[in-house]
């Protein structure tokens, strides 16, 4: 899904000023969170020390009272004498002064003289000041000697801790307290709720204190105060209650700084957005050709800068766009149009005028100028050519370069007057040509068709063009004109070109077999492997009209491989059968360049388990100069895994007698056209003896093809021609029409030449 940048960059703030706001909120959080942690247990320890610092205090006062009663003077007179009564009148009235609850007398020994609670008066001794359980409850106690002036009696005072205490104590120190006994788990004074005195009862009886204190949020500290346990409690919530405050009120802060950050940041991604945006636009145009409109951007910072960066660019490739486009449909050695910016101004033409004609102009033997005389010279010739063109036809409405040699232009008034045009051709062709300063003799031919009437397209009238302008080559003559079905040769070879794919696939190619006999005896010696074509609607399509069609599309190499297989094939089903005949197959120069040729041809020997004597590959002449020294090492590895190699169409080609005597080949075959007149024709007599004297003389057979009438063949005996082959025998043959020739006709030309021979001898 695409997003903008306008969208993008917003979003980029956005998570900046969240994760800024987040991060510093966590810090905040950890920070606070930690201080009230340290605050809740300094808070704690002040109140747990004033506390003390509070009973001491208590407990210092409860001493100077104790010791006021001590001293009093009829106090311990009533004790030396034992007035009980009197005691126990001083001890209530010195206790309700003050505010005391719990008050004892005893002797030095122990014995008890008044008290208003049983006490371990031993503990009271051993212990004289403290906080001890007496009868259920908790009191602060002090314990003072009586003298007169001698010890006489011991006194103990005590005040009672509980929940009033506690809670005047809570008031003091901002902190509650709760004493509780640590054996039978009860709670003595606190300043909590009674609900919490009851979940504290319960936490100590099951010994989860500490849980709890987390179940209610309270924060605590725990000491032993003497035989009770003290705890020193605050809540929790209360304690940070200011730290969450700040938190909240940082909180706010940061969103409302986040709004501010978001309005700033929505108004700087349109402030970036709104210039990309335009360069965006302008971007486009430019993509769809348009250079008129200029960008407008009129900030002066970077943005401002790019504009204008961009409004050149937009020119320099507006004038770029111009150039190219003109040398896109122009030749830029002649400036004159292009054959595709020619074939569309010429549709148009042809559909806007009724009539005209178009001449194809072709420069003879161009590419041996190039090589001869050079590239630049080339080109020299060909602006000069395009310079007197237009001169001499002034009133052409179009002229043009179709390829490397090739002009056209178009008229009206070469459809009126064919005399006016020979007569400016010939001037146009006239030379000597001055060259560069070098006078120079050129060639032309030329073609011309007329519209509508040789056709209603620039293809068509082209391509008729240059037949019209083949056919004067042909004829020898500067220019010609198109006539009516000359055309159909070309037709015929684009559709054979088009249905030979399909016809290769389709397995519609069939062979036959042309036998090869020996030429003193007439015995079957091998056939020839020739391929044919019968098309729906072409009809036959001969070898030399679809071999060289196939060569030039790169089929060929499909159509040698199903020989060979389709070849190979039959010859093992007639070796099965009993036929022991040698088969020869045609190979192409392109086969020849294959590097699988030879791996190809022995695989499928191999797999057919076919001697690899009994196989003969024939190549032409003319394959083997296209590229001699490669074909020389291809025939070589055909010739080392046991093929033999015969030279076809020998005496037709360019083959020296220094290149024969180097390939690898074991038969020449002689071509057929110095063999059909041999009787008559004391000159193909010659060339055919002489011929196969070279050839045994170089270790050669010698194979004689196209024998069509016995005297042809009783002359090739006697030159001692070691195979035939042809009509006079036999023409190619299917394979089942080959075996029944095999069964009948053989043996028929042996008896006759038998016979024959026997009536010659004296």
């Known amino acids: 899904m695409f997003t903008s940048f306008r969208t993008r960059l917003f979003i980029l703030f956005l998570v900046l000023a969240a994760s800024v706001l987040i991060a510093t909120l966590a810090a905040v959080t950890v920070a606070t969170s930690s201080q009230a942690e340290r605050t809740v247990e300094r808070e704690l320890g002040v109140s747990e020390r004033v506390l003390i610092e509070l009973l001491r205090v208590r407990g210092e006062q409860l001493l100077q009272a104790a010791q006021v009663l001590a001293d009093d003077f009829g106090f311990r007179e009533a004790v030396a004498v034992g007035d009980r009564e009197t005691l126990i009148s001083a001890m209530v009235n010195h206790g309700d002064r003050i505010g005391t609850q719990l008050m004892a007398l005893y002797r030095p020994d122990g014995t008890e003289l008044a008290s208003t609670h049983a006490l371990d008066t031993q503990q009271m001794l051993a212990q004289p000041?403290?906080?001890?359980?007496?009868?259920?409850?908790?009191?602060?106690?002090?314990?003072?000697?009586?003298?007169?002036?001698?010890?006489?009696?011991?006194?103990?005072?005590?005040f009672v801790v509980d929940d009033a205490l506690a809670l005047s104590l809570q008031r003091l120190t901002n902190a509650d307290l709760t004493f509780y006994s640590e054996t039978g788990h009860s709670v003595f004074a606190s300043s909590l709720t009674t609900e919490q005195q009851q979940g504290l009862v319960a936490a100590l009886a099951a010994n989860n204190l500490s849980q709890w204190l987390e179940t209610v949020e309270l924060a605590a500290h725990v000491t032993d105060f003497n035989e009770t346990g003290l705890l020193v409690s605050t809540s929790r919530k209360d304690a940070v209650q200011g730290y969450v405050e700040l938190r909240q009120q940082y909180l706010g802060f940061g969103l409302a700084a986040m709004l501010v950050a978001l309005l700033l940041a929505f108004i700087t991604a349109r402030w970036i957005h709104r210039p990309l945006s335009e360069l965006t636009k302008a971007a486009k145009r430019l993509g769809t050709g348009d250079f008129?409109?200029?960008?407008?951007?009129?900030?002066?910072?970077?943005?401002?800068?790019?504009?204008?960066?961009?409004?050149?660019?937009?020119?320099?490739?507006?004038?770029r766009e111009e150039r190219i486009l003109y040398q896109s449909k122009h030749d830029l050695l002649t400036d004159l149009p292009n054959r595709s910016a020619f074939q569309q101004t010429f549709n148009t033409r042809i559909q806007a005028t009724e009539s005209g004609c178009l001449l194809v102009v072709n420069i003879q033997h161009f590419r041996a100028i190039n090589d001869r005389l050079g590239q630049r010279f080339g080109d020299q010739v060909l602006q000069e050519v395009a310079q007197r063109l237009q001169r001499l036809f002034p009133e052409a409405h179009q002229f043009a370069r179709l390829a490397g040699d090739e002009f056209v232009l178009t008229t009206e008034s070469a459809a009126q007057d064919r005399v006016k045009l020979d007569?400016?051709?010939?001037?146009?062709?006239?030379?000597?040509?001055?060259?560069g300063g070098t006078s120079y003799r050129l060639e032309f031919r030329?073609?011309?068709?007329?519209?509508?009437?040789?056709?209603?397209?620039?293809?068509?009238?082209?391509?008729?063009?240059?037949?019209?302008?083949?056919?004067a080559h042909q004829q020898s003559s500067l220019w010609s004109e198109y006539q009516a079905g000359s055309d159909e040769a070309y037709l015929r070879r684009l559709q054979i070109l088009q249905a030979l794919p399909e016809a290769i696939e389709r397995r519609d190619l069939h062979l036959h077999y042309q036998p090869k006999l020996a030429s003193a005896s007439g015995q079957v010696l091998g056939v020839e492997a020739l391929v044919r074509w019968q098309h729906?609607?072409?009809?036959?399509?001969?070898?030399?009209?679809?071999?060289?069609?196939?060569?030039?599309?790169?089929?060929?190499?499909?159509?040698?491989?199903?020989?060979?297989?389709?070849?190979?094939n039959q010859q093992q089903l007639w070796l099965e059968q009993g036929y022991k005949l040698?088969?020869?197959?045609?190979?192409?120069?392109?086969?020849?360049?294959?590097?699988?040729?030879?791996?190809?041809?022995?695989?499928?020997?191999?797999?057919?388990?076919?001697?690899p004597q009994q196989l003969t590959l024939e190549v032409t002449e003319s394959a083997v100069m296209a590229d001699p020294q490669l074909a020389t090492a291809r025939l070589q590895q055909l010739r080392a895994i046991g093929v033999k190699v015969a030279l076809d169409d020998f005496g037709t080609g360019y083959a020296s007698l220094a290149q024969l005597k180097q390939l690898p080949?074991?038969?020449?075959?002689?071509?057929?056209?110095?063999?059909?007149?041999?009787?008559t024709n004391s000159q193909d007599q010659v060339i055919v003896h002489s011929t196969l004297a070279l050839a045994h003389a170089l270790g050669l057979q010698l194979v004689a093809e196209g024998v069509e009438e016995a005297a042809a063949w009783q002359l090739l005996r006697d030159f001692d021609c070691d195979t035939v082959q042809g009509y006079y025998f036999s023409r190619p043959l299917a394979a089942p029409e080959l075996i029944h020739w095999l069964q009948q006709q053989a043996p028929q030309l042996q008896q006759a030449l038998q016979q024959k021979e026997s009536e010659q001898q004296p």
Request: proline share 5%; aromatic share 6%.
């Open 292 to 319: 008129t409109a200029p960008i407008q951007i009129k900030q002066r910072d970077e943005f401002g800068r790019l504009g204008d960066a961009f409004n050149r660019m937009r020119n320099a490739i507006a004038e």
């Open 665 to 679: 080949i074991d038969e020449l075959k002689l071509d057929q056209s110095f063999i059909r007149e041999l009787p």
């Open 423 to 435: 007569q400016r051709l010939q001037q146009f062709a006239k030379g000597p040509w001055q060259i």
């Open 582 to 611: 040698h088969m020869a197959i045609n190979l192409s120069a392109v086969d020849l360049q294959s590097e699988q040729l030879v791996e190809f041809i022995q695989a499928q020997l191999q797999q057919r388990h076919l001697p």
């Open 536 to 568: 729906q609607q072409l009809g036959v399509v001969r070898p030399d009209e679809f071999i060289p069609l196939a060569e030039q599309s790169g089929d060929i190499l499909r159509v040698s491989r199903w020989v060979v297989e389709t070849a190979l």
């Open 446 to 471: 030329c073609g011309l068709v007329c519209y509508p009437q040789h056709g209603s397209d620039s293809d068509t009238l082209i391509r008729r063009a240059e037949l019209a302008a083949h056919a």
């Open 129 to 158: 000041r403290g906080v001890q359980v007496i009868d259920g409850g908790l009191y602060q106690l002090v314990t003072v000697p009586v003298r007169a002036p001698d010890l006489i009696a011991y006194a103990t005072l005590g």
